[in-house]
């Protein structure tokens, strides 16, 4: 029974490094809305999916210990950590009870930054379609649902670089 224990604070410590990882990324993505480096906006949102899906299979890898757990000892399956905890013995209670507060804290802040970061998004939205508007002589929309120009005509000439 034990060792059941040992692999579920296993992959809770797994997924806190992860946590760890996709909260310095979305950092890193903040920065880059609010500095407008759209390069690192672009590297930080890939790092950021990576990382989701490996918090997804670190999740799933997670619900199967619990699951494990569960009928070992007639728990029900999509029973919390703390009905677990109950059961374990006391060093690893205690690394249950540290590992599972280390990953609320970090999934409160990570919601946190992206809320934050949702809000710079459309920030810059906006900005981009004013800056359009202005660009585009005449209104409307330049682009279709699916990001191709509506009309590709000749662009709209802002400096004449003849002599």
């Known amino acids: 029974m034990e060792s059941l224990f040992l692999n579920l604070v296993r992959i809770i410590k797994q997924q806190d490094e ?3 990882e996709l909260l310095n990324t979305a950092e890193k993505h903040n920065l880059a809305l609010r500095k407008n480096y ?7 949102a890939n790092q950021q999916e990576e990382l989701s899906y490996k918090l997804k299979h670190q999740g799933r890898k997670l619900e199967a210990a619990k699951r ?3 009928g070992e000892y007639g728990i029900a399956e999509k029973a919390g950590l703390s009905v677990f ?3 374990a013995s006391e060093p690893l209670a ?9 990953l609320k804290d970090k999934l409160l802040r990570l919601s946190e ?4 970061n949702g809000v710079l998004a459309r920030r810059g939205q906006v ?8 660009m585009s002589p005449s209104g409307g929309s330049i682009y279709m649902g699916s990001g191709r120009l509506k009309k590709e005509s000749k662009p709209l000439q802002i400096l004449d670089s003849t002599i």
């Open 127 to 134: 900005f981009t379609e004013k800056l359009l508007r202005i």
């Open 38 to 44: 759209t390069r690192l906006v672009l590297s930080s």
């Open 113 to 116: 930054i992206n809320s934050l």
């Open 68 to 70: 494990q757990l569960a």
């Open 85 to 87: 905890i109950r059961y």
């Open 94 to 102: 205690t690394d249950l009870k540290k590992a599972s507060q280390s």
């Open 18 to 20: 992860t946590l760890a």
